[in-house]
């Protein structure tokens, strides 16, 4: 219990993460990830690196996972250091760490999402699934250098953030992977926290603006399959549904509003590369595809994909007390190859 209550004071402090940002505004994303990754590394025994610590072409580097990794005797099955095998003080250093892989607003969402497993472990009451927020696991792969190449990762249930650092730069960002059950929180204290409103709220905005010709061309009679795991890009082949194109100035604004809620979720110079390199692009070559209903309730999925960048999202799953479409996945990818992969 003391354990519990320690990382659920770890996850509340989401919601002072403002005054920490601010006095570290003048500090570089990937400066700041080298520090606190540093700081973390300096701090593990023995044991705790030989589970956190990798070699940076590790093969484990692009095997990534949103789902829960166990096996039939309840262990956890994934790799890294879990909060769990931490000490307080490591346990604030790695959310340091968490802190200048998001922007506040994305880091609110990360440890929002960490806390839901309590949730779930009351809904559930000794399901088959191990519901714990110490179930979050840290990597380093390398390294970390502010002159050399790294990279670090973070992951569990519903979250998986991806970095490369090269010369205290960011050199890569993805894959970057939020989710949520429930979705929306149904009844208790809590009742009506949604952590990923943006996500559904804009997408069935833009599909319901679009009219009955476009409507056509972006609805999709079959839902996109499940996001793809443990690849280094993803496979989502060529782009559909209705271009940027061919919508009004109104619809692309709603379209531009969905592609930075994404991307917003990372530290605001990351979403800022990031989101040009979307423009330069062009965003008259991004595409939006939709599938299933927008009332609440009602299974959705959907696409938006551009030369550079692919986001996909599904709402398709009821959460663990039998809501039906309550349980989000929703994802950031580079088209040409998440971590680093794509770089020369």
């Known amino acids: 219990m003391r354990l519990h209550r320690a990382l659920l004071a770890v996850v509340s402090a989401a919601f002072l993460v403002g005054v920490a ?8 994303a990937g400066v700041k990830m080298t520090t606190s990754a540093q700081r973390l590394v300096e701090s593990l025994s023995a044991e705790q690196k030989a589970k956190g610590i990798f070699d940076f ?4 580097r692009t095997n990534w ?6 096996d039939k005797d309840k262990k956890p099955t994934r790799k890294g250091l879990p909060l769990a095998e931490m000490s307080d003080d490591q346990r604030k250093i790695a959310m340091e760490l968490v802190k200048a892989g998001t922007s506040p607003e994305g880091y609110t969402k990360a440890t929002t999402i960490m806390s839901l497993e309590l949730i779930l472990r ?7 699934m191990v519901r714990d927020p110490g179930w979050y696991f840290f990597s380093v792969f390398g390294t970390p250098s502010k002159t050399g190449r790294w990279g670090w990762r973070v992951e569990g249930h519903h979250l998986a953030l991806n970095f490369v650092v090269d010369g205290g730069q960011v050199l890569a960002a993805t894959p970057a992977f939020f989710g949520a059950n429930p979705a929306e929180i149904k009844a208790g204290p809590k009742k009506g926290q949604r952590t990923l409103p943006e996500a559904e709220n804009l997408a069935k905005d833009l599909f319901k603006s679009l009219d009955e010709a476009q409507h056509k061309v972006a609805y999709q009679d079959k839902e996109f399959e499940e996001i793809e795991q443990a690849k280094p890009a993803p496979s989502v082949g060529e782009p559909r549904g209705l271009s940027a194109e061919k919508m009004t100035q109104k619809q692309r604004d709603l379209l531009q509003k969905l592609i930075e809620s994404y991307a917003n979720r990372l530290p605001a110079e990351v979403a800022e590369a990031e989101l040009k390199e979307a423009k330069d692009a062009g965003l008259g070559n991004v595409y939006f595809a ?3 209903g927008t009332e609440d309730g009602k299974q959705h999925t959907y ?3 551009g030369p550079t960048f692919v986001i996909e999202f599904l709402n ?27 770089a020369k």
């Open 21 to 28: 940002y601010v006095n570290q505004a003048t500090e570089g």
């Open 65 to 70: 996972h949103f789902v829960p990794l166990q």
């Open 303 to 305: 696409r938006v994909q």
């Open 122 to 128: 009351e809904l559930e009451k000794g399901g088959a």
């Open 316 to 342: 398709v799953q009821a959460d663990s007390a039998g809501n039906p479409a309550n349980h989000i996945h929703s994802c950031w990818r580079n088209i040409k190859g998440d971590f680093g992969m794509a």
């Open 57 to 60: 072409n590790d093969k484990e």
């Open 290 to 292: 939709y599938a299933g």
